[in-house]
């Protein structure tokens, strides 16, 4: 079983820079991929960043790519999503999730298949 907690949200201007922070407990999270989902009011939930178990390998939503940047430190059993240049449309809320390591675009992308998940926290982003 894995716990997650968000941190880092809050309001900022466009162009500037936010990092969140994702704290897991859990013996296994070393053993999971962990993902970046995000929510605005009135839409779905969307896929922005994963990682895999070693952070050896990266993958971003096309929306996001270039300005978000997904890292995990196994040793404090923390994710982190770096993000820069932000934009209104980034506004939402962020929930980090942890799920199995499947290799598949198609698999990971899909927040059905994360098995464990944050309570969210707010990234507001003024214009």
């Known amino acids: 079983q894995v716990q997650l907690v968000e941190s880092g949200g809050g309001l900022v201007q466009a162009g500037d820079s936010l990092r969140l922070s994702c704290a897991a407990s859990g013996r296994t999270f070393s053993t999971y991929a962990l993902g970046w989902f995000r929510q605005a009011p009135g839409k779905e939930r969307e896929f922005v960043a994963r990682i895999t178990p070693s952070g050896g390998s990266t993958y971003y939503a096309d929306s996001v790519k270039g300005r978000f940047t997904i890292s995990r430190d196994n040793a404090k059993n923390t994710i982190y999503l770096q993000m820069n240049s932000l934009r209104p449309e980034d506004t939402a809320v962020y929930y980090c999730?942890?799920?199995?390591?499947?290799?598949?675009?198609?698999?990971?992308?899909?927040?059905?298949?994360?098995?464990?998940w944050g309570q969210g926290t707010q990234v507001t982003v003024s214009s």
């Open positions: 999730a942890a799920g199995p390591p499947s290799p598949s675009v198609g698999f990971f992308v899909a927040s059905r298949n994360y098995d464990y």
